[in-house]
């Protein structure tokens, strides 16, 4: 038996765990929020956004459903679209990784995700985000020499998420989108 074989059976039993970790996670958010500072909000940034790099890993909505990868995000105007607020856009590219199914076994699948990435911060420790785009998906048929397969709904690219920043070097992140959701460690430098 393969290695993704026997993963299709534990990941049906891993299921339960990981709905319970997105409940602790929300629970976490919840909880532990800090009051919004008004002035925050609303004061515009000055200075330069960092660089981040994010590693994440989730659950896809396709076929086996398990999904990871990283991202890098590179600022593009520092006080983003809404010069009155403190907002930021980023241009994000990276590659993810997925398990899925072809011919009745697990196979790896590669994608890479283009996006724009827009996040507005809340205090210092809490922001939200939109980003849209693009993810080029090479089908694990293309890696078995069978051509191209067709997969539209995995180049659609877009999410909402936030983002818990421990320190002005690493922060959590939770995002919700397509083509999966995932939760991961946000680097900044």
Sequence with gaps: MSFFNMYLTFSHKMIPFVKMLWIVMAAVIVFHAAPVKASYVGTPFEGERPRVFDLH???????????????????IVHNGFVPRINNSVYINFGADFYLVRYRNEAHGALGIPIALHWEFYFSEKWSAYGE????IFFHPSLFQGDGWTRSPERWIAGSIGGRFHINEAVALTLHVGNPYSSFGVLFKF
């Design 132 to 135: 849209a785009g693009i993810n």
């Design 57 to 75: 890993v989730g659950m896809a909505y396709y076929d086996i459903g398990m999904a990871s990868g990283g991202r890098f995000g590179i600022p």
